[in-house]
Each structure stands twice: as C-alpha cells, then as structure tokens.
C-alpha cells in the first residue's frame, strides 16, 4: 500500500541488525534494501521489468551524468525520469558530488560549489548545493541526496576535517533548497574519512537537520573492509534510530552483510552490474570468473537453485563461450543472474531478521560462500593442465 507522505518504519530488530519499509507515493522499499544503479537511466544490461521482477524497489540515478547528458531539463520536458526510463517506481539520486571528484580532469572546490569540466566534451559547469538539489527536482527523483565533498582515503585528518565541515554547511543549504516537498526526502551524507570524532560530530550536527534519512559517504572508496566496519560501528550510535541509513557505493555481498548486521538499511553499488559485464558472476557459493578455461565444458547452471532464469537454465560453458566471444548476451545473462543474486540475499537478510536468527543465517551464508571457494580450488587442481594448455591458446 502506497501513501501521500514519506515515512520508515522498523518492523523487527535484531541486534543492531534492522527490518522495516519506506514508504512513498511511488511504492514501498523493504529494509535492507539493495538498490542496482541504473547511471544514466537504465540499469545497464537490463529490462526495468526484470529489475522489478528480481525484486528490487527502488533503483538509483546519476545527477552527474543525467545533467551532462541527456540534460536535467530535458528530461523534466518529458515527463521526468520515471517516464524517460520508463520505472513507476521509486527512484534515488546522488548528487553528482562523487563522479565530480572522480571523473573531472579540471574541478575546482570553493565555498559556493563546484566549478568542473565535462569527461564528455570538455564544457565547464558549476554545481551548488542549490543546483544539485534543482537537478534532482527536474528529474523528480524520490529521495534526494545532499552534495558533499568526498575524499579519497587514506588521507589526512585536516583534508578529512575540511570537506566534512564543507559537507556540513552544503548539506543546510540543500535542506533549504529542498524545502517541504510532501512524499519526497532529502538525505544528508555522513563525512570525515576514517577519523572517528569527525565522523560522530558529522553524524550529530547532521541530526540537528532533521532530516529525513541519513547516508554514511566516503566509504569504499580504496579502504580496507575493517576501517569501513569500524567507521560503521562508530556512527551508526549517532544516527536517528527511526531514519533509514544508507551506506553509500558499497559493495560486495560479504560488505553488505557484515553492514546489515551494524544497523544499515539501504545500499547500491555497480559492482553487480560492472562484473557482470566483464565474466565474473556472484552466486551462493562464492564468486566466479566465467572466462576462466575450466568452464569451457562445464555442462552445470550457475545455480540450479536459484528462480533466476539466467542462473538455472544456461550452462557455465555456454556462458564461457559468449564471455570469451565478446558476445551481448553474455553481459546480459550475467548481469541478470548478479542482480538475482544481490535481490536474493537481501530478501534472506530481511526474513532472518524478521525471525530473530541473523547470525545463524549469516554463518549459513558465509559456508556457502566458503565451499563454493573449497569446490572451485579442488576443481582447477583437478584440471590443472587443461586449464593450462587452454589458456595459452
């Protein structure tokens, strides 16, 4: 049942862990929520009804990318981004802060926002706060990220301290621009490195906002899992307990797992759809390269178990052969049974939860993963000498 107004609910608890629903006009969000990215309004290698159909509720856009090409107020022409993409459903978007820092050959950070040079044609731009967030409301976007400065890690604690407190003082800009906009939020993002008392002081000043969520940003971003868990561990006790959090750009399954068992609600990554397109497929047990040679005559699915069409119909060597071809179909396939897989582990997630034994399925999890890694070593010892021959080929 959909409503005229935002609102989250936590359903169940266990541990730090969380279960719950976000609700809006446009649809419902179950918590832990995975969102695939969908940059340029599509979810590359994807139908949006196949999306859906994996489950997901929510997909994520890019202001950067969406204000270059095709341009925000294009988009507004025809009927905002839910009709362009052609997704009735809900949509979050980044603010373009972080493909600025990352993309931009030439940017330059003052007081006022950011002044950067197109990777697609070279012209300058300038992005406020104000004009992120009027980007965001051209595309008519459900959930609307504040922008930040976000630095790469490691870093220095004063480079850390300055982009939180600029963090800080765009992200009051952005609740101003935002304004009441009923059934719609305005997140604030969560900044200073891996610096604990800045990243509690940034968690707490940004809770005076009241805003209507809360994200954890500058994370998996080069550092190592146990500096994220930590930075987790750090904030999650100074972020609203009724406002969803949202760890930002992260990440494999094993980082959203040990994150959904600190307390985090919401994720995206390109991860998913990225490997995918490159060979490489997540699964129950672990992780797999399909253009590796000991899959050329591998008769087996990717999972039999799985309702993911691609994961239980095609063969492992069927999807070697158009992996090594170069073939679309291989990217497609992949993508699919990825997504499938990241839905699947979410939908787990939220039913352990609901019955009070994460940490049983956790440990579950993880086994599978372990002896998928125990299975595939046993394997390319067997074959090893093919493989070898194979691949020199």
Known sequence: MTTDTFSFTVNKTDGAARTGEIRMPRGVIRTPAFMPVGTAATVK??????????????????????????????????????????????????????QVMSLSALRKIDETGVTFQSHIDGSTHVLTPERSIEIQGLLDSDIQMQLDECVKLPCSDDVAEKAMRLSLRWAERCRVAFGEQPGKAMFGIVQGGAVERLRIESAKELATLDLKGYAIGGLAVGEPQDVM?????????????????????????????????????????????????????????????????????????????????????????????????????????????????????????????????????????????????????????????????????
């Open 45 to 98: 290698a994807m139908y949006p009804d196949q999306v859906k159909a994996l489950g997901a509720d929510v997909v994520l856009g890019n202001t950067y990318h969406l204000m270059l090409r095709p341009g925000a107020e294009r988009v507004a022409r025809l009927g905002g981004l839910h009709q362009f993409m052609n997704w009735p459903y809900p949509i979050l978007t980044d603010s373009g802060g972080f």
């Open 229 to 393: 868990l930590r930075m987790i561990e750090t904030v999650e006790p100074h972020m609203p307990r009724e406002k969803p959090r949202y760890l930002m750009g992260v990440g494999t399954p094993d980082d959203i797992v040990e994150a959904v068992r600190r307390g985090v609600d919401m994720f995206d990554c390109v991860m998913p759809t990225r490997a995918g397109r490159h060979g490489q497929v997540f699964t129950r047990h672990g992780r797999m390269n399909l253009r590796n040679a000991r899959f050329a005559e591998d008769t087996g699915p990717l999972d039999p178990e799985s309702k993911c069409t691609a994961s239980n119909t095609y063969s492992r060597a069927y999807l070697h052969h158009l992996v090594r071809s170069n073939e679309i179909l291989g990217m497609m396939l992949l993508t699919w049974n990825n997504l499938a897989y990241y839905q699947e582990l979410m939908a787990g997630l939220r039913k352990a939860i609901a019955e009070g034994r994460l940490e049983d399925h956790i440990g579950e999890v993880k086994e599978g993963w372990a002896k998928g890694e125990r299975d595939s070593k046993a394997d390319i010892g067997r074959h090893a000498d093919n493989i070898a021959m194979a691949d020199e080929a």
